[in-house]
């Protein structure tokens, strides 16, 4: 019986740029969809992809305000924040930026 990696499963989840930075931008405040284009700067087809699997995985979440979506991080997405922080200071720290 092959074991599972917590940590691969976990990268397999997470570990695309736009779904980081997704996760990133929505850790400040809720966004709509044309709000988390902008400022992740990837096209419309690429943002809709990722928002969806990142909805499927419940990592966020969205409501419907004045016939638009909003996004935002549920607490499964929050507790990555930390995470993502540290793998910051770590780019940082090594110069990998």
């Known amino acids: 019986m092959k074991k ?12 695309t740029k736009p779904r980081l930075l997704i996760i990133r931008y929505l850790s400040d405040s809720e966004k709509s969809f044309n709000d ?24 966020i979440d969205h409501k419907s305000m004045d016939n638009k979506n909003i996004y935002f991080l549920t607490q499964k997405g929050k507790e ?14 090594w110069k990998v930026c």
């Not at 940590?7 to 989840?13: A, D, L, V």
């Not at 096209?43 to 499927?56: D, F, M, W």
């Open 36 to 59: 988390l284009r902008r400022v992740c700067m990837i096209s419309s087809r690429t943002l809709s992809i990722n928002l969806k699997y990142l909805l499927e995985q419940k990592i």
């Open 4 to 15: 599972i990696c917590p940590i691969t499963e976990s990268i397999k989840i997470i570990g």
């Open 80 to 93: 990555l924040l930390p995470i993502i922080k540290k793998l910051g200071n770590w780019g940082l720290k």
